[in-house]
């Protein structure tokens, strides 16, 4: 579900939407039926429309890119289309959610930002959840936002310091998505970003000019040290 909502309706033009997703293989059957029904249910059309989800992208040229994303998917053989994959610029800039699996953990839709209601799985070995950690580390130069899910806290917070320099927001068991300005400070880094937090008081210190001042009010009397002179 937080994948779903983070990485679908926040797709079609917010900066921390959830692109990519790694999946534990003990777990990908029983997340694969859900995600995959669930978003092949979600109606896309007008805004107007109140039961609609989500409506179309905003222009033809965030319309041309993620379109073309999703043709490197139908054409690169370690990817599969799960659901999705439509797109329709006949009437509004229409792509129906997508969502993507990839036996390749070097695949260029987990490396670069498509911006779109565009959602990659890779699912790995779970004894190699070590290696996944780090893949998840080095795989995308960006470093806005990122969520962990995992039930043993232990496992939770070696993940956690293992990914400390990945995101600049990053969330415990919830989506990647939806920080409350005024509530969350809010920044990435790497190519997101200087990591400065939008709402944040040290955020005065880019309008400021620092200096520090020392005085001194007892002046020295000799250069020499004490135990120079035992």
């Known amino acids: 579900v937080h994948c779903r909502s983070s ?44 039961p609609s989800f989500t409506s179309a992208v905003i222009d033809d040229k965030s319309f041309a890119k993620i379109s073309s994303y999703i043709q490197y998917a139908r054409e690169d053989p370690s990817c599969e289309i799960l659901v999705g994959g439509e797109c329709d610029d ?14 390749n953990p070097e695949c260029k839709l987990l490396k670069e930002e498509i911006f779109g209601p565009v959602v990659t799985v890779y699912v790995y070995k779970d004894a190699e959840w070590a290696e996944t950690v780090k893949l998840v580390d080095e795989t995308s130069p960006y470093g806005l936002t990122g969520s962990i899910f995992c039930r043993d806290r232990s496992i939770l917070h070696e993940t956690h310091k293992a990914l400390r320099h990945s995101a600049g927001n990053i969330y415990f068991n919830d989506k990647s998505t939806g920080s409350v300005v005024g509530q969350q400070p809010f920044g990435g880094s790497r190519a997101s970003g200087t990591n400065d937090k939008a709402v944040s008081l040290n955020l005065i210190g880019k309008w400021t000019s620092p200096q520090a001042i020392k005085e001194t009010l007892v002046p020295l009397t000799t250069h020499t040290y004490p135990y120079m002179d035992q």
């Open 7 to 50: 990485g679908i309706n926040a797709e079609y033009g917010k900066c921390s939407a959830c692109s990519r997703a790694y999946v534990p293989e003990s777990l990908w059957d029983e997340i694969r039926e859900g995600l995959v029904s669930k978003t092949a249910a979600l109606k896309i059309g007008s805004a107007e429309d109140i």
């Open 90 to 103: 006949s009437v509004g800039y229409f792509v129906s959610p997508t969502i993507v699996l990839t036996s």
